[in-house]
């Protein structure tokens, strides 16, 4: 069973920066896509952001220069730097795992069938 843990969340000001990590059991962590979704109370689950084996990328339009998604395959790790937080990305933060190999990376929340706990993110001033 795939493990993933996600940890960085906080209560932060608005403006601030924050790096969310996601530690991956997987031992071929490197060939699968990976995402950061979000989840706000009363809303649905969203994507965030998403990165491939070939290290492309692909974003929100809402967080779109704002956060950068990453990856250490050594590590087996996944990262989202988040910087310029509003209230309005106040969420639990879930990183997720697509095990079906893919060219592009889908957004879906469907092919990602592997999910961490979640680490809440807090922006209030």
């Known amino acids: 069973e795939v493990q993933l843990v996600e940890s960085g969340g906080g209560l932060v000001q608005p403006g601030t920066s924050l790096r969310l990590s996601c530690a991956v059991s997987?031992?071929?962590?490197?060939?699968?896509?990976m995402g950061w979704f979000r989840q706000a109370p009363g809303k649905e689950r969203e994507g965030v952001a998403t990165?491939?084996?070939?290290?492309?990328?692909g974003y929100a339009e809402s967080v779109k220069g704002r956060f950068t998604i990453s990856r250490d395959n050594a590590k087996r790790t996944l990262y989202l730097q988040m910087s310029s937080l509003k209230p309005e990305d106040t969420a639990m933060y879930y990183c997720?795992?697509?095990?079906?190999?893919?060219?592009?990376?889908?957004?879906?929340?469907?092919?990602?069938?592997?999910w961490g706990q979640g680490t809440q993110v807090t922006v209030s001033s």
């Open positions: 997720a795992l697509d095990p079906s190999p893919k060219r592009y990376c889908s957004s879906g929340l469907a092919d990602y069938r592997h």
């Open positions: 997987e031992f071929h962590f490197s060939i699968y896509c």
């Open positions: 990165i491939g084996r070939d290290i492309t990328t």
